[in-house]
């Protein structure tokens, strides 16, 4: 079964800080990876996009990465602000298909001052 | 216009009226979808259209719900007969293409209420 699982499911750090947020995913034929960010009340906004053969992927403070082979995926947030707040959903789509996408259910970050 | 609007931004309906959400995608893109989100989770795909055909509709929770796309740019979500479990962000999004390589670009949503 077509799987997209993110942990934590919600993490709070100090304005300032770094984070991590982890992505794995059991999506065959796997295509491409998305990380998207969804403020409180709005529209998801896309962060990056990974095919398989890219193992990183930046965005201004956001550095996405991408192991193919353990199916695994990581977003990194470097010297966080509070404007970060918000989900962080991860996202794979199917090879097979011109519009399937498995969608995780996300970890929502809160950033402190 | 410069992204995908939708409207109403926010809606309440009485249990049995019939509501009809509108998605207006990015000038020339040709797919479209439309989701569904509950509070604290993911989206849930609800169907799909290339251009005017309605490609896949299996996401849609029951035939109650129907979409349409007829002259493939705006999109209206229609719901016959809400019940309290329709309640939910519905979220429209489009591409340029197939969505293998390209970016899917999401509306702000319609809160739908259902009292």
């Known amino acids: 079964k077509n799987q997209v699982e993110q942990s934590p499911q919600s993490l709070i750090i100090l304005e300032g800080k770094n984070c991590t947020l982890q992505c794995n995913y059991t999506v065959s034929p796997f295509s491409n990876l998305r990380w998207y960010k969804q403020d409180t009340g709005r529209g998801p906004v896309s962060l990056t996009i990974m095919t398989f053969s890219e193992n990183t992927k930046s965005n201004g403070r956001y550095t996405a990465t991408l192991d193919a082979d353990t199916k695994q995926s990581s977003l990194h947030i470097t010297a966080s602000q509070l404007s970060d707040s918000a989900s962080y959903i991860c996202v794979v789509s199917v090879a097979d298909s011109n519009y399937q996408l498995i969608w995780g259910a996300g970890t929502k970050l809160i950033i402190k001052p | 216009g410069a992204g995908v609007s939708q409207s109403p931004r926010y809606k309440v309906a009485k249990r049995g009226q019939d509501v009809a959400l509108r998605c207006d995608p990015i000038?020339?893109?040709?797919?479209l979808f439309w989701y569904q989100q509950a509070l604290g989770q993911g989206p849930e795909f609800l169907t799909y259209f290339q251009n005017e055909a309605q490609l896949d509709k299996s996401g849609l929770p029951s035939d109650r719900f129907f979409a349409e796309r007829p002259e493939g740019s705006v999109s209206t979500l229609k719901i016959q007969r809400t019940q309290q479990e329709d309640s939910a962000v519905y979220l429209c999004?489009?591409?340029?293409?197939?969505?293998?390589?390209?970016?899917?670009?999401f509306g702000e949503g319609s809160w739908l209420t259902v009292v």
């Open positions: 999004a489009s591409s340029p293409g197939p969505i293998s390589g390209n970016t899917i670009y």
């Open positions: 000038s020339g893109h040709v797919s």
